[in-house]
């Protein structure tokens, strides 16, 4: 199952040649900007600098930042006419980031994103949902376009309106539902409840755009009756289509003829061995109307090379648990909201639905995790409730070592997410 075979499964000496080649017209097109010509300048490197692979770690990072200061346009290299699209994501605080790209740069798009639908085992017979939002968003004209590509019949029926899209599930004998998995673990209980889950012809779930643990999506699985890959991108890379799993599950094939991948320690910024795991740093090789090199993900992987079964030679990443910037100190141990979640799934009677409350009260950080009790008449039996919350506080302080204080809610009133989850909620300025 290969939309590109050649490409896919390239001998790693071949695609080398391939990247590294492509690495320095992807360097020259970025010295056409402003930005890289300082960011070179004041690295004190030209082009000629770059002989082998090996030379990228002398290349300057790109942050978020940069994005930022040069806001809307200032770091295309291409003249306005040629851009045919513009896409941004909503950043916490003020401007957006500012994405574009040419006639060419959204061909390579759903050739990728084709791509990571076919190896989940998506085809010109699935009938594709997709859930995500429509709009500024990668996720949903992404998606769309690659679907479109291998000829599936594609529904952009967008984010929200649940019962409409459970109806034309049902309807349109939806076979393939893309969204995040929030939002899928939210539809997949809904049609629960519903009691439509024998009307449905779902059979694979491309999701992505968050992270998921293994315990959350099986959830989503066993509740639909499907198989789900996790897909990973970045609209500041291109969107999705930088990474995704194949059937087979095992780590998240990088489209290593378009980006190269490195592994940095995020203090140092050394590059760090394959195998180990730091931050995800990416250089998107063929972009042409937004050059980038080294950019700074801020999430937290790391890289494996070995060829996977299915026979793509292309390296895979492990799923993305943490981003570096959404670490918790709580009481001086380390913890990202992820490794919670995992604690939380495998606990019974309570929703897989949380929050993280984090305050701070004599100047350290205080966690309450807020969860939701999946059956609402335990709230009127005080011993199973009592013994329901020390069994999660237990949890968390003997897995994870933290001290958390555990608030258990009624069923439903924690908010329900149509894209990402907000699961931190930082009250930190207001204690
Ligand atoms: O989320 C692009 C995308 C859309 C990917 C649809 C996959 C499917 P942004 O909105 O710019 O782009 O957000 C990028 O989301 O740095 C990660 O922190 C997070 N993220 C994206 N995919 C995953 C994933 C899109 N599969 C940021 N697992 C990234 C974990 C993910 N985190």
Redo the contacts with the bound molecule.
């Keep these: 199952m290969f939309f590109q075979k050649d490409l896919e499964t390239m001998p790693r000496a071949a695609l080398r040649e391939l990247q590294l080649e492509r690495l320095k017209s992807a360097v020259d097109r970025a010295l056409t900007t402003p930005l890289y010509q300082k960011k070179f300048k004041e690295a004190g490197i030209t082009p000629a600098s770059i002989k082998s692979l090996d030379d990228l770690k002398h290349l300057p990072f790109t942050y978020k930042a940069d994005f930022r200061d040069n806001y809307p346009f200032g770091m295309f290299a291409v003249p306005m006419k040629d851009i045919v699209r513009i896409h941004a994501?909503s950043g916490t605080t003020g401007k957006p980031?500012v994405v574009g790209y040419t006639k060419n740069d959204l061909n390579v798009w759903s050739d990728l994103v084709a791509r990571l639908a076919v190896a989940a085992g998506a085809t010109s017979d699935d009938v594709a949902q997709i859930s995500?939002g429509y709009g500024l968003?990668?996720?949903?004209l992404?998606?769309h376009y690659g679907l479109e590509k291998i000829g599936a019949t594609v529904i952009p029926i967008s984010s929200g309106n649940t019962e409409k899209q459970l109806m034309l599930m049902q309807d349109f004998g939806t076979t393939l539902l893309?969204a995040?998995p929030t939002y899928a673990m939210y539809l997949s209980e809904s049609a629960k409840e519903a009691g439509i889950l024998d009307n449905l012809k779902l059979r694979i779930g491309?999701?992505?755009?968050?992270?998921?643990t293994p315990g959350m999506r099986e959830r989503i699985e066993n509740n639909f009756g499907i198989t789900a890959t996790?897909?990973?991108?970045?609209?500041?890379l291109m969107?999705?289509?930088?990474?995704?799993e194949c059937h087979l599950r095992d780590g998240?094939h990088i489209a290593e003829d378009h980006f190269i991948a490195e592994i940095i320690d995020p203090e140092t910024g050394e590059t760090l061995p394959d195998g180990e795991t730091g931050e995800l740093v990416v250089t998107p090789l063929t972009k042409e109307a937004l050059p980038v090199l080294r950019y700074r993900?801020?999430?937290i992987t790391s890289l494996n090379t070995d060829v996977c079964k299915c026979g793509r030679t292309h390296a895979r990443m492990a799923?993305?648990?943490a981003?570096s910037d959404d670490m918790l100190i709580i009481k001086g141990v380390n913890v990202f909201p992820s490794q919670i979640e995992t604690v939380l799934i495998a606990i019974n009677h309570i929703s897989p639905h949380y929050q993280l409350e984090v305050r701070r009260e004599n100047f350290s950080d205080h966690l309450t995790v807020v969860v939701e009790l999946a059956d609402g008449s335990l709230l009127e039996r005080f011993q199973e409730l009592e013994a329901l919350r020390s069994e999660i506080h237990h949890k968390l302080r003997t897995v994870l070592g933290i001290d958390a204080k555990i608030k258990l809610v009624s069923p439903k009133t924690i908010e329900r997410f149509q894209g990402?989850a907000k699961r931190v909620v930082d009250l930190r300025d207001k204690s």
Aim: charged share 20%; hydrophobic share 30%; glycine share 22%.
């Design positions: 994501s980031t995500f968003f990668t996720g949903a992404g998606l893309v995040t491309l999701f992505g755009s968050e992270g998921c996790d897909n990973y991108g970045m609209s500041e969107g999705p289509g930088v990474s995704g998240l993900t801020g999430d799923k993305v648990t981003r990402k």
